[in-house]
């Protein structure tokens, strides 16, 4: 309940014509955002048979996507599916943290192997929080785009596998809100987007899972980014002037298939601005 994680990721990806496969870390009644404890249940003994019958089938994956890990210990699953689809593109979202602190339950050894996955990953998309965890930086009280740029280019220089580093909701000092797209071997690039009044759970998850569409339907990086921001602000645009429960997320479901057409819609080249660093 509350549209975030799986709820968003799976009918995304298969509305931009791709066959999601899912894994699911842990299993919850809500999401943890505002609508009490929810029940849970931890599915490391699931993955671990599955990726076995994946291996005993020969299966070949495009793409292994890893967002929220219920605990360190998942780490080590995923690496194994990374290994497992050795020419997969390896995208993962970080979700440890967001506003300037980390989620109550992620612990610093939880944190740590999160920035162990972040090694082996092509592509990361952390929120600003994420950025600065990850570069073992005091997280700042606001999402700065400057320094967001900063992060992008740092995270490539940690992590020498990365092909690109993605930081989500930085702002400039014109108030103006976007995405950095830092690939390797260029200036990181700053795309903007236009925000809503009102923070809603899930629109991360929503956002990373139509990148990686974007991606795998052969998108540039940046083009990619920009279709992500783009779904996500409509969904919020529409959700805010329905005066819809923000708990509940964004109401993507009308709009997916809007989403596959412009999956099918070749992208514009990207002319946005490019931070001198």
């Known amino acids: ?3 975030c994680s799986l709820a968003v990721v799976l009918p995304a990806l298969a509305a ?3 066959q999601p496969c899912a894994l699911p870390t842990a299993l919850l009644s809500t999401h943890t955002g505002g609508l009490g404890r929810p029940a849970r249940t931890d599915e490391s003994g699931f993955i671990s048979a ?6 005993q089938l020969g299966l070949a994956f495009d793409c292994v996507y890893s967002g929220y890990l219920a605990g360190a210990a998942q780490v080590a699953l995923v690496e ?3 290994r497992q689809a050795p020419a997969a593109l390896k995208l993962v979202d970080p979700v440890m943290a967001d506003h300037g602190r980390p989620y109550a339950s992620m612990t610093p050894e939880i944190r740590a192997a999160v920035a162990q996955l972040c090694g082996q990953a092509d592509v990361i998309v952390p929120n600003a929080t994420e950025a600065a965890l990850l570069l073992e930086e005091l997280p700042g009280p606001a999402a700065d785009g400057t320094r967001a740029a900063r992060h992008a280019s740092l995270l490539l220089q940690r ?3 990365l092909r690109c580093a993605v930081v ?3 702002a400039l000092s014109d108030g103006q809100r976007g995405n950095v797209c830092a690939v390797r071997g260029r200036a990181p690039v700053f795309l903007p987007y236009s925000p809503v009044p009102q923070d809603y759970p899930g629109t991360g998850d929503l956002f990373a899972a139509v990148l990686t569409g974007g991606l795998l339907r052969g998108f540039s990086e940046a083009a990619a980014i920009r279709l992500a921001a783009r779904f996500v602000a409509l969904a919020a645009e529409q959700t805010l002037h329905a005066g819809a ?10 709009l997916l298939g809007t989403l596959s057409h412009w999956a099918e819609t070749p992208a514009q080249p990207c002319t946005d601005a490019v931070f001198p660093l």
């Open 1 to 3: 309940m509350g549209r």
């Open 50 to 55: 599955a990726l076995a019958h994946y291996a």
């Open 168 to 170: 989500t909701g930085g």
């Open 245 to 254: 429960d923000p708990r509940f997320g964004v109401r993507f479901e009308p």
């Open 16 to 18: 931009m014509g791709v």
């Open 80 to 82: 194994q599916a990374f």
């Open 159 to 161: 992590f020498p596998a």
